[in-house]
């Protein structure tokens, strides 16, 4: 996943289908799942949050699946 972010609006997302169906089985996730928490993780970074250390990291993907949990989970 790679964002953009531009003066016009949050930016832009590119997704990668492939990457994100070989990466699921590592997060233990479906491709599905892996695909919305990429959507929403890069959706962060459009806003403005950072993963380069271990702590914001950690922040992000607790903020993400907490985002998941409460809006798109079934």
């Given amino acids: 996943m790679l964002s953009f972010t531009d003066d016009e609006g949050l930016g832009e ?4 289908p492939a990457q994100i169906r070989r ?3 590592d997060s ?4 599905e ?3 919305v928490f990429m959507l929403v993780h ?3 970074h459009l806003l ?3 993963d380069d250390s271990e702590s914001q990291k950690k922040l992000m993907i607790e903020k993400g699946q ?3 949990n409460k809006y798109l989970s079934k």
């Fill in 48 to 50: 403005g949050f950072e």
């Fill in 23 to 25: 990466q699921a089985p």
């Fill in 66 to 68: 907490a985002f998941i």
């Fill in 28 to 31: 233990h996730n479906t491709f």
């Fill in 42 to 44: 890069g959706l962060y």
């Fill in 33 to 35: 799942q892996e695909l």
């Fill in 13 to 16: 997302l590119i997704l990668a």
